[in-house]
């Protein structure tokens, strides 16, 4: 049930899906891109818990020649929960492991609902929002910004989908700026078959989308992670 490196796309074969990079923590069983079994839990923290039991549940216990994990950004702690439960899995099973953006799954479920372009805006670290526009097919436009919510409201996209959605359109509005359409989404597994296959990579890399807090001895920032989503 294995699937070549050059041929990631979730809508051929067996595909298990699995996202916990935000407080949402879900998991999906897909079969040539029908979903067979899923399920999504709005957590905040333990994801760590209960991934592990929630992949358990699906049919033949998640088993699949292929897995798909988002890679950020979100929680520090969950988008390395994922990546290691994928990795794992994928070592178990002789699997590949693929990752995506996390925001152009949230891009992709805003487009199942309304036309494009979208520009998406989720909680990010020290009161920033991570920001990043996707054209109507789901491609991004941009690259992937960690900013302060009054220069996310800068941006004057009409469709605004993400969990600080409903926030960057009040916060516009407020300061006389653009109205817009504002769909509060968290990602969601079950939505993985359709995003865009050219966001699946072999890298596994996590996408923080800011640089970390710590530093190293004599005040020297480490090396900060990359943020294209592309």
């Known amino acids: 049930m294995s ?3 050059s041929e990631p796309d979730p809508r051929s074969g067996r595909w298990l899906a699995i996202e916990c990079t935000t407080e949402a923590c879900s ?3 897909f079969q040539d891109g029908a979903l067979v079994a899923g399920e999504y839990r709005q957590l905040g923290r333990g994801h760590a818990e209960a991934l592990v039991p929630m992949i358990a549940a699906l049919p ?6 292929a897995v798909a994990v988002g890679r950020g950004p979100g929680s520090f702690t969950g988008l390395r929960i994922g990546l290691a439960a994928a990795r794992a899995l994928g070592l178990a099973w002789s699997a590949p ?7 152009a799954l949230i891009a992709s479920m805003a487009l199942e609902r309304e036309n494009g372009p979208v520009r998406v805006a989720t909680t990010g670290g020290h009161g920033e929002w991570f920001t990043q526009s996707f054209d109507g097919k789901g491609i991004a436009l941009d690259a992937l910004l960690s900013q302060k919510p009054q220069d996310a409201m800068a941006h004057g996209e009409t469709l605004i989908a993400g969990s600080q959605a409903e926030a960057l359109i009040a916060g ?11 769909l509060a989404l968290w990602p969601d597994a079950r939505a993985v078959a359709g ?11 996590p996408l923080y989308g800011r640089a970390p807090d710590a530093r190293l001895p004599g005040g020297r920032l480490p090396d900060a992670p990359a943020t294209s989503a592309a």
């Open 172 to 182: 516009r509005q407020a300061a006389g700026g653009p109205e817009g359409l504002a």
């Open 97 to 103: 492991v693929y990752g995506y953006p996390t925001l």
């Open 3 to 5: 699937l070549p490196l």
């Open 60 to 65: 033949e216990r998640g088993r699949a020649g």
């Open 27 to 29: 998991v999906a069983l």
């Open 195 to 205: 995003l865009n296959p050219a966001h699946f990579s072999a890298d596994l890399s």
